[in-house]
């Protein structure tokens, strides 16, 4: 009896070269185990998305600081901030890092070391994780207002959201 299902190979040259998604039924029997080259990408994607995320975070704490201090310094405002509440309040823009952990970098890691099954294994985890930071940046209250700050333009939750993206499908 015929198997009636896409093989991996025609799935991929129909969404490649037509366009046409033939959905996850076609491709979800036979995992591909990810070479070492794109586990090494894929590694050096997130830990650069990581540094990336944290200058962005670095950047706008800077702006809030500066923004204030120019708000306070100018004798027309009818209110005034407490430098050091905001100062020490910035600080929890990092807890967008916690989100973001690098758990992933070891786990690729792991799939880096091994072959196989075990790899496979690995590369699932990977997934794992991804799609739990996935769930993490559509969810994060902060994540969703840190692009909308007004003091300095961001585009955090798309820079995250496209590396996701694309280590998703890379794995």
Known sequence: MPDDRLSI??????????????????????????????LQKSRLAWDGLRKTVQVELQSLERAIIAGVASHNDDPSSPDEFEAGDVAASTRRLYTVLDGLDAGLIDTLDDALNASGED??????????????????????????????????PTTLKASVERTLADLDAAL
């Open 9 to 38: 190979v025609r799935a991929e040259w129909l969404l490649r070269v037509l366009g046409v998604d033939v959905g996850q039924a076609a491709t979800a029997e036979v995992p591909r185990e990810a070479g070492t080259v794109q």
């Open 119 to 152: 790899r496979l294994r690995h590369q699932a985890a990977a997934r794992t994780l991804i799609g739990g930071y996935r769930r993490f940046v559509a969810g994060d209250p902060l994540v969703q207002a840190i692009d909308a700050n007004g003091f300095i």
